[in-house]
Nanobody, 124 residues
């Protein structure tokens, strides 16, 4: 069982930045592909970004490409999501998730462990 805890959410003005963190309890964190997803009120959960176990490959949703950056520090068992140029449409609960698949995946069904989420609110 992998326990994931997100932090770093908050209230930010449009155009601002936030950095989300997700800490894992599992010592084999480095063997998981990690992802960030988000869910806005009344909408389905959607893919945001993913990173391979070694951090060498990443993928992003079209809506955030060029503004968000996913990274990881396996020594700290933590994955990050740097969010720049935030827009009101980015407001959502952000979740990190862990997948045993060794390839990048945008599909939530491939992720077996999920955090509790952290709220991001963007005002204009």
């Amino acid at each position: 069982q992998v326990r994931l805890v997100e932090s770093g959410g908050g209230l930010v003005q449009a155009g601002g930045s936030l950095r989300l963190s997700c800490s894992a309890s599992e010592r084999t964190f480095s063997s998981y592909t990690m992802g960030w997803f988000r869910q806005a009120p009344g909408k389905e959960r959607e893919f945001v970004a993913t990173i391979t176990d070694n951090g060498r490959m990443t993928d992003y949703a079209v809506a955030v490409k060029g503004r968000f950056e996913i990274s990881r520090d396996n020594a700290k068992k933590t994955v990050y999501l740097q969010m720049n140029g935030l827009k009101p449409d980015d407001a959502a609960v952000y979740y990190c998730a862990a997948s045993r698949f060794l390839t990048l995946s945008t599909l939530s069904a491939r992720y077996v462990y999920w955090g509790q989420g952290t709220q991001v609110t963007v005002y204009s």
